[in-house]
């Protein structure tokens, strides 16, 4: 005869929904127990890309990836059912780079090829852009200015100068209006020469340009006849100077002492040069400098002589 023990149907149940209550905290503890792993992997993969970043080294695929390492003794043995609901969960669940098989990015690692060797990918780094530094370059910008109105200052005070010719006492050799380069050292280290075209002082603010005839020591004389006579011989000169009709002071032999000069304008007879007393000799250390160089009109542009 059968019977329906309530106490011992009750006393079942029980054990089933404790059995189901065990189940169900070994699957959170395995849950915990994974995430736990992942954030350790996660946490020593961040380190070393660090550190191959400090030495300069591009990281390798390997310390990208995440690995999910459960050692044995942390697995739990799930029952067929849980394992089941767990694979499908795991099915319809979609890919974060949380999951140990998806790297950042959302991207599937290739699978290994044959020999166990994985197909290391190739990662672009970033390029950082170049920082431009406006003060740095603003810097640099004034010291290069100074540097050129530097060595300007320093050409046209002690090298060189720049003038411009007035009047036609030089003609047919310069014309009024000519723009001149005068070196000023040409004769620190030398004496002048013969025919050289000089500029000197005439007034407190007007120079003067002439062609010297006469050098120190020599005896200078214009005869009547418009011929130059240094140390009693006639000076051959060029034909484009015309012969003088006046020959000044210089119509008596002259005796040039040391560092004297006598000059003449190569227009002749339209030029106040040394043959006149206000004019004289010039000394050696009152010339500017040698007119070396015609700038302007660039037609004419090159050396003079």
Known sequence: MGYFDENEDKEKEGISVLAEGLSGKEEKAAE??????????????????????????????????????????????????????????????????????????????????????????????AEKPEEVNIVKDLLSLIIYIGIVVLACFLIVTYVGRRTTVHGDSMEPTLQSGDSLWINMLAYKFGDPKRYDIIVFPYQDDVNYIKRIIGLPGETVQITDAGDILINGKVLEEPKRFDRMRNNGIASSPITLGENEYFVLGDNRNNSRDSRWADVGLIKKDKIVGKAVFRLTPFKNFGSID
Request: proline share 7%; no cysteine.
């Open 32 to 125: 915990k127990q994974r995430l736990k792993e992942e954030k350790r992997l996660e946490k020593e993969r961040r380190k070393k890309e660090k550190e191959a970043r400090k030495r300069g080294e591009e990281p390798s695929d390997d310390e990208y990836e995440l690995k999910s390492r459960i050692t044995p003794e942390d697995t739990v043995t799930e029952s067929p059912d849980q394992k089941k609901d767990g694979e499908t969960a795991a099915a319809a669940a979609p890919a974060t780079a949380s999951d140990p098989g998806v790297v950042a990015g959302g991207e599937v690692p290739e699978e290994a090829p044959e020999g166990g060797k994985k197909k290391k990918r190739k990662r672009r780094r």
